[in-house]
Nanobody, 124 residues
Framework: QVSLVESGGGLVQAGGSLRLSCAAS????????MAWFRQPPGKERDIVAS????????TYTDSVKGRFTISRDNAKNTVYLQMNSLKPEDTAVYYC?????????????????WGQGTQVTVSS
């Protein structure tokens, strides 16, 4: 079992920055990939970025490339999402997720473990 706790959300003006953190605990040795998803009001939950825990290889959805950076601190069992040049359309609840296997990584159903979510609101 892996537990995930997000922090760092909040209200920011367009063009501003936020850094989200996701602290993992429990059987973290079993984690293969971690990801950030987001879910705007009334919409589906979509992947934002992911990182392979052991080697650090990353993926990003097109709309955040060049603005967001996912990283991890193995010693702290923590994944980060640095969000710069934020836009109103980035407003959503952001969720941290973890999976223990390789393969499909861009759908919510691929992930076994989830955090509680943190709200990010970008005002225009």
């Amino acid at each position: 079992q892996v537990s995930l706790v997000e922090s760092g959300g909040g209200l920011v003006q367009a063009g501003g920055s936020l850094r989200l953190s996701c602290a993992a605990s429990g059987r973290t040795v079993s984690v293969y990939r971690m990801a950030w998803f987001r879910q705007p009001p009334g919409k589906e939950r979509d992947i934002v970025a992911s990182i392979i825990w052991s080697e650090g290889r990353t993926t990003y959805t097109d709309s955040v490339k060049g603005r967001f950076t996912i990283s991890r601190d193995n010693a702290k069992n923590t994944v980060y999402l640095q969000m710069n040049s934020l836009k109103p359309e980035d407003t959503a609840v952001y969720y941290c997720a973890a999976k223990g296997t390789s393969g499909i990584y861009n759908t919510p159903r691929s992930y076994a473990y989830w955090g509680q979510g943190t709200q990010v609101t970008v005002s225009s």
